[in-house]
Nanobody, 114 residues
């Protein structure tokens, strides 16, 4: 059974940083494309950052230069370093694994508020 467990969300002020973590189990992590998605109230879920099994990363235009996705295959963990957070980054952030099908975590709340 695949499990994705996110952590690291919280309440921060604009300009501050957070680091999200997603620990995966029950999946061949080394082979999976991992990603972070987010969903703000009243909006559709959107892709934030994706990293392939070979380490290639892609980002949404709205987070380029501020967010960094990385993975530690030894720990079966993917990270999202979020710097210079903005009010519009407020959302529930979901970890995603793709290996033939999509798997989702339960989500972690990130709130950016002054």
């Amino acid at each position: 059974q695949v499990q994705l467990v996110e952590s690291g969300g919280g309440l921060v002020q604009p300009g501050e940083s957070l680091r999200l973590s997603c620990a995966a189990s029950g999946i061949r992590f080394n082979s999976a494309t991992m990603g972070w998605y987010r969903q703000a109230p009243g909006k559709q879920r959107e892709s934030v950052a994706v990293i392939t099994s070979d380490g290639s990363a892609n980002y949404a235009d709205s987070v380029k230069g501020r967010f960094t996705i990385s993975r530690d295959n030894a720990k079966n963990t993917v990270y999202l370093q979020m710097n210079n957070l903005k009010l519009e980054d407020t959302a529930v952030y979901y970890c995603n694994a793709y290996l033939g099908r999509h798997y989702w975590g339960q989500g972690t709340q990130v709130t950016v508020s002054s």
